[in-house]
């Protein structure tokens, strides 16, 4: 057991949704119940959820994401300068859906004028023994999926100043989780491993950026974002593939983007290997000293339960290409990316990530 996150056996963060809240939420979304009472709901839940990860043995304890619709949106949209737009056209196709997420939209200048998730952090951490852990989106996720073409031109002529802004925006609201207790965060970044398959990349053109480039760009204002943060407190980049309602929405191994995204300033990277989709182990070998690659061999989109002897397997074969003391155990994704959650039960969460402790404690012992 070590004591700076990642963790041997940790976890993305979002958690399915209780059936009574999610009853709740939709009832005050029509306006037949207050704010304060759906907060007391939350308040309950997010109670619940962190007694159960603390009787699993996970060192790391989210609050579910139960307070939020979508991973991202809600964060990004209380950004000053950011619209939600609805989403017309399909920009990034999720597999076998025809719901498609708002687009964030920059409207204006980009800034944080006010503490965004701080109050749900400090509840976190006042109901928790374990290490509170704070996800947030990654800074090039206001950017990725509308790009250039979803960036008002007036505001930002130049998208260098458009980029200072994000990073100030997000040193202010790093600082803000931080005076709440904050010394975990993780950073969730789809972009990089979106950024490698060819039709994200024709998107891209097609906002008008270079797909190319992007990966360097994403990882520098991650490091501009980060500048002052705290020098105890931990922070991880998950990538994904896509994980609304079970679905995903690119493929292509790391090859591309490795590079980039290892030269972030972060602890650890939560890396979906759980499908062909997602490639082999070798891109970890340009894992830097001293950094550690969670492993997310445990996937989120099915409720059949991973062996132990497979998962200590594919453990075995990452080992090759970085030291076995420098991996950790994850599931791939979050259980409920969006409020809608994915196509397993609450029952097969907790055995998923009951497994991921118990295959960590023992690979790891």
């Not at 076998?96 to 952090?121: K, L, N, Y």
Request: with cysteine; net charge neutral; aromatic share 8%.
């Amino acid at each position: 057991m070590h004591a700076r996150p990642p963790f041997r056996a940790d976890q993305v963060g979002s958690l399915l949704r209780p059936e009574s809240l999610a009853q709740l939420r939709a009832r005050f979304r029509r306006g037949e119940v207050s704010g304060p009472t759906l907060r007391d709901a939350e308040d309950s839940a997010v109670r619940d959820a962190v007694q159960r990860q603390q009787d699993l043995g996970l060192q790391a304890v989210t609050d579910g994401e139960f307070r939020r619709d979508w991973w991202h949106l809600d964060f990004l949209s209380q950004l000053d300068g950011v619209t939600l737009k609805h989403n017309e056209g399909e920009r990034f196709k999720i597999a076998g859906q025809s719901e498609q997420p708002p687009i964030p939209t920059v409207t204006g200048r980009i800034g944080c004028s006010r503490p965004i998730m701080a109050e749900d952090f400090k509840f976190l951490k006042s109901v928790t023994t374990g290490t509170a852990k704070m996800t947030i989106p990654s800074p090039s996720m206001l950017h990725l999926r509308g790009g250039r073409a979803a960036i008002d031109r007036t505001a930002y002529p130049d998208l260098d100043a458009f980029w200072a802004d994000v990073a100030a925006a997000y040193r202010q609201a790093i600082a803000h989780l931080a005076e709440a207790g904050c010394r975990y965060l993780q950073l969730d970044d789809v972009t990089f491993a979106y950024l490698c398959d060819p039709k994200i990349q024709q998107n891209c053109r097609a906002n008008g950026d270079d797909p190319a480039a992007l990966p360097r760009r994403y990882a520098e204002v991650i490091n501009a974002a980060l500048a002052d943060k705290p020098a105890d407190m931990a922070v991880t980049i998950h990538t994904c593939r896509g994980n609304f309602k079970s679905a995903w929405v690119a493929e292509g191994g790391y090859a591309p983007v490795v590079e980039a995204m290892f030269s972030t300033d972060v602890d650890g990277y939560f890396m979906e290997f759980d499908s062909a989709r997602a490639g082999g182990f070798e891109p970890l070998r340009v894992l830097p000293r001293g950094k550690k690659a969670v492993l997310g061999l445990v996937t989120t989109k099915v409720g059949a339960l991973e062996s132990k002897d497979d998962l200590k397997r594919r453990i075995d074969e990452a080992s090759k290409f970085v030291p076995i003391e420098n991996l950790c155990l994850s599931p791939q994704c979050g259980f409920s990316s969006t409020h809608h959650g994915n196509a397993l039960s609450i029952d097969d969460q907790w055995r998923k990530l009951e497994r991921v402790v118990e295959v960590a404690s023992e690979v790891w012992h």
